[in-house]
C-alpha cells in the first residue's frame, strides 16, 4: 500500500565529536534521557544499544491524568558508528515511523542530523490542523531533546574523569530515575541497593537497613557511593507511625551504609547522602549558608540526626558531602507533580498568606549536581538550590502564567492547620530561603537558574 510520507529534519550543533556523541545514544540511560519530561511515557522493555536488531517498547499515556495507553514499538535497522543510526516503528499510532540519526563533523563539532519520515493512519481524509498539531509537537520535542543533550554534553565535559564504580541507594526515586541514566550516559558503571532479590548481572546488591543487612565484601570497589534512600515524606498529616519510619528508614539506611563502606580495605573516596533544606527549618533569615544551625521542628531535627551518622564517612577517610536538596521540581514526581494532577481546572492561589519562600531548583539541576559533587573536590554540607528563591505567591503565579490556567483560591493557614497540623506548618506554610554560593563558587553552572526558564522547558511551553 503506498503511503503518503511527511519529512521532518532538525539540525542541531554539539562542543563534541561525532564519535562522542554517537557514543552517547548507545549507551544504557540515553533514551530516559531524551523523553520528555511532560510526558508520560513509561518504558516497558528495551535492548541495549542501538544495533541493528535493538528494540524498545514504550507505553505512551495521554489525556487527563494519563488515562489514554498508546503502545509504541521500534526496532534500529542501520547503524555505522560514529556516522549514523536508524530507527523504525514496529507498532504505534503512526502508519509508518523511520527516525535516522545523520553525524556530521562541522567547525570542531558535531552537527547531529534529525530526519524523522512519518505517516498518519487515514491521513489523506484528516483535517489540515491534525498534521500541523504533529509538526508542532514534533518540534517542540526536538527542542526539549536538543536542549538536555548538549547540557549533558556540556556537564560532562566540565566532569570529565575516567569512567566511575558507583554504588547508588534509592534509585527508584523521582531523583534516582533521573540520575541513574544521566550517570550511564556519561561513561560511569552504575550499581543499585535494593530490597529484592538482587541481580548481580543487572548490577544488583541486596540490603535490608531494616534488619541490618548487607555485604559489600564481595562487591567490585566503588569510586563513589550516592545515598538517596529514605522513606518519602509525604504530604498528609503525619502519624507517629509515619514520623518514626521516616526517621528509622534514614538513620538506620545511612548508619549500615557508613559502616559498610568504612570497613572496606578498598573504601570509596567519596560518600554523597541526601539531605534537604528543611534542615534549617521555618526561618524568615534570607540567603542561609551551609554554616546556619538547624532549625527547630521534626524535619530540621531529621536533618540534624541524618547528616550526624552521614559524617561518620569523615572518620573512615572518604570525602563526604551532605546534599541539602530544595524543593525539587519535575512533572515525573514531587511537588510538581502533585501540583499538575491536583488541578485541572486552575491552582490553588496560595497557602496561608503565600509569602513564604521556597528555594526551588530542576530536576535536572538536581542530578547535575549530584554529578558536580562527585567530580569536585568539596566535602560538607552543600546547599542545592536554583539562584532564585521566589514566595508561594510568586511559584502560583508564574504556573497560572505559564500554563494558562487561572488562580483559583487561597487556603487559609487556620484551614491547613486543623487539617494537616504539624504537616502543614513545615512543609506548606515554613518559608526557607537558602543561598547556593557554594555550589556556585565550586564551578557549578545552571540549566534553569530561574523559576519560568525550568518551568517551560519542563512543561515544554516554549
Known sequence: MNVSKQIFIHFSRYPCSCQQLYDWHSRAGALERLLPSWEKTEIIRKSDGIDPGAEVELKMRMGPWGILSIPFEARHVLAEPGRLFEDTQQRGPFAQWTHRHIFHEKDGGCQLEDRVEYALPLQKVLPAFVGRHVEKNLQRMFRYRVDTLRCDIELHERCRQKPLRLLVSGASGVLGRDLLPLLTTGGHEVWRLVRRRADTQNREIFWDPQHGLLDLQEAPRFDGVIHLAGEYIGLHRWTKQKKENVVKSRLDGTKL??????????????FLCASATGFYGDSRVENLTEDYPAGKGFISEVCRLWEQEAQQAEKAGIRTVMLRFGVGL?????????????????????FGGGEQSISWISGEDMSAAVLHCLSRNIAGPVNIVAPEPVSNNNFMAQLSKITGKPLLFGVSERFLNVVYKEMAAEMLLASTHVSCKKLEESGFHFRHPNLETALRSMLGIY
Do not use: C, F, W
Open 257 to 270: 551504609l557508613v559502616n559498610e563502606i568504612s570497613s572496606l580495605p578498598q573504601k570509596p573516596r567519596v
Open 330 to 350: 519535575t512533572p515525573k514526581g514531587g511537588a510538581l507533580r502533585r501540583i499538575l494532577d491536583a488541578s485541572p481546572l486552575g491552582y490553588i492561589r496560595r
